[in-house]
């Protein structure tokens, strides 16, 4: 019999959250600061909020954005960073907006990654994907403390990043991931930064020979092949994944039913898992692809 479902929705607060401060980092992608407290202080590794512009119907429902990083006042957790790219309606709405404004949010939501450390952590991220991962690197390096009450790991003994883009464009914000102590390496379709390929590519290059698969585990964020690929990357290695889905969402509190994977269960089967309320980070041994 199927595992009964576990709701990560209970905690999640609504607000309007003032916008602190809102700036192009890469091309096409802004990152935007919110005043939001109680996410702030809430929102663990992986967690994730739906914002939406107040006071008007178009779009009319809210997009779900991972919590980058959150900031303290100098005394409590009250800021969260956001990175987006803008390609819709939502993102290039969210675009115009100016300091001062607000912004609906609700969250944090989501499981998070709960990965066991490790002694190398490897976080894998394709095109905005790495939005997930900055959190997950500064806690497990033990810069950072996430979650109320605040969750204690034992420190990864090394993280590694290697983040696979288009081109060197749209690389955000690298200098984070760099500042936290992660090893970093970076894949470009075109060839314009780092290895020319994909990430698989580039983790091909980088653990050929020496990956050690009982001391190591892989977080994973992007768009749905590539994290495909990463996993059966990872399964031909032993290595323990995780995976964080990137579904489109509608209500992001488990209602809607529009986020469904089929994830497998202990017995061999598959059923459909809503990724806003039961993900979305999932062991990538059990997502069927
Ligand atoms: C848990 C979670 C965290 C996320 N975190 C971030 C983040 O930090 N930064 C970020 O930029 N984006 C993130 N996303 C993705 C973002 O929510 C979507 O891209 C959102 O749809 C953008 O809204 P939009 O109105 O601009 O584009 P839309 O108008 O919604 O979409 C534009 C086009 O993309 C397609 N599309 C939308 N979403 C997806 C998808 N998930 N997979 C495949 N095709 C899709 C649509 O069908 C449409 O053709 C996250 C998604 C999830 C589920
Ligand atoms: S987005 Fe509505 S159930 Fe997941």
Not at 14 to 37: F, G, K, M, N, Y
Not at 210 to 216: H, I, K, L, R, Y
Request: net charge negative.
């Amino acid at each position: 019999m199927a595992a009964p479902a576990v709701c990560h929705a209970d905690e999640a607060v609504v607000l309007r959250a003032r916008v602190v401060s809102h700036d192009q980092v890469a091309e096409a992608t802004w990152r935007i600061r919110l005043d939001c407290p109680s996410i702030a202080a809430r929102a663990v590794p992986g967690q994730f909020a739906m914002l939406r512009l107040p006071d008007r119907c178009d779009p009319l429902l809210a997009r779900p954005f991972a919590v980058y990083d959150a900031f303290s006042d100098g005394i409590e957790p009250r800021y969260a960073d956001f990175i987006y790219l803008v390609h819709g309606r939502f993102t290039r709405a969210l675009a115009d907006v100016r300091p001062g404004d607000e912004i609906l949010a609700w969250g944090p939501l989501g499981n998070g990654f709960a990965a066991p450390s490790a002694e190398h952590l490897v976080l894998v991220a394709g095109g905005i994907g790495q939005t997930a991962l900055l959190a997950l690197a500064r806690e497990r390096l033990g810069l950072a403390r996430y979650g109320q009450p605040s969750r204690e790991f034992p420190r990864a003994g090394h993280v590694t990043f290697c983040w696979g883009a288009r081109s060197a464009g749209m690389f955000a914000c690298t200098d984070d991931f760099r500042k936290a102590g992660c090893d970093v390496h970076l894949a470009t379709l075109d060839g314009s930064a780092g290895v020319k390929g994909t990430v698989v590519d580039l983790l091909e290059q980088r653990f050929a020979a020496d990956v050690d698969a009982a001391a190591t585990r892989i977080a994973c964020c992007g768009p749905e092949p590539m994290m495909a690929a990463v996993a059966a990357w990872a399964a031909s290695r032993g290595i323990a994944c995780e995976v964080s889905l990137e579904t489109p969402m509608a209500c992001g509190i488990g209602i809607c039913f529009t986020c469904v994977a089929r994830i497998r269960d202990a017995d061999g089967g598959w059923d459909y898992r809503r990724t806003c309320v039961e993900g979305p980070v999932f062991d990538a041994a059990r997502v069927v692809w």
